[in-house]
C-alpha cells in the first residue's frame, strides 16, 4: 500500500504569507507499505491529502549450499535468500540466513532497487564487486534459484504481456 501525504506550509511551521519551496521527498518503506511525505506549498486554509493505492508484490527465494569455511556452515549446510518484488519485478526488500546481522543488513541493500527481471547482471555483479564476505558465491547461486522462480511466476508473464502490447502499438495484434 502506499501513502502519499501533503501538508500546507502553514503546517509546517512557516508564516501563512511566505510559502516554503519544497526541494525534497521523504518516502519511508515498511514492509509492504510505503510512505511518501511530499510538501505541498501554497497559501490558503490548510489542506491535507491523503491517498493510499494496493502495490502488488510477490516473495521469492531460493537456497545454495554454504562453502566449508564459513563460520555458520556447522549449523546450517544452506543459505537462504528471500526477496520481495513489485509487480515490475523492482525489489522492495531482501533479507537472508547469513548470521551476522551486518551481512544480511549488506545484502538487503545492495539488491534493493534493483531488478529482478531485467538487472540480473548488475545483481550479481554488486554483489562480486562489493560483498567480500566467504558466502559470495552461495549468495549468487542461492539468487539464481530466486531468477528461476521469478521465471515461472506471472510476474513474467504480467511483463512479457506488456512488452507485447507495447510492441503492437497496443493494439492487441
Not at 131 to 151: I, M, N, P
Amino acid at each position: 500500500m502506499i501513502h502519499a501525504r501533503w501538508a500546507h506550509a502553514s503546517a509546517l511551521g512557516a508564516p501563512r504569507a511566505r510559502p516554503i519551496v519544497a526541494l525534497s521527498l521523504m518516502v519511508l518503506y515498511t514492509g509492504a507499505a510505503l510512505t511518501v511525505f511530499a510538501p505541498r506549498c501554497y497559501t490558503g486554509a490548510a489542506v491535507s491529502h491523503h491517498k493510499e493505492v494496493f502495490v502488488k508484490s510477490f516473495l521469492f527465494s531460493g537456497y545454495a549450499r554454504l562453502p566449508q569455511d564459513v563460520s555458520h556452515q556447522a549449523l546450517y549446510s544452506r543459505v537462504g535468500v528471500v526477496v520481495e518484488v513489485d509487480e515490475t519485478g523492482v525489489i522492495l526488500g531482501a533479507t537472508s540466513s547469513l548470521m551476522m546481522d551486518l551481512s544480511r543488513d549488506f545484502f538487503g541493500r545492495l539488491v534493493t532497487g534493483l531488478n529482478v527481471v531485467t538487472e540480473r547482471d548488475l545483481i550479481e555483479r554488486s554483489i562480486r564487486e562489493r560483498y567480500r564476505g566467504h558466502s559470495q558465491g552461495a549468495l549468487v547461486s542461492a539468487l539464481r534459484k530466486v531468477y528461476e522462480a521469478v521465471d515461472h511466476s506471472p510476474l513474467v508473464a504480467e511483463q512479457s504481456e506488456v512488452a507485447g502490447a507495447a510492441a503492437d502499438g497496443g493494439h492487441g495484434v
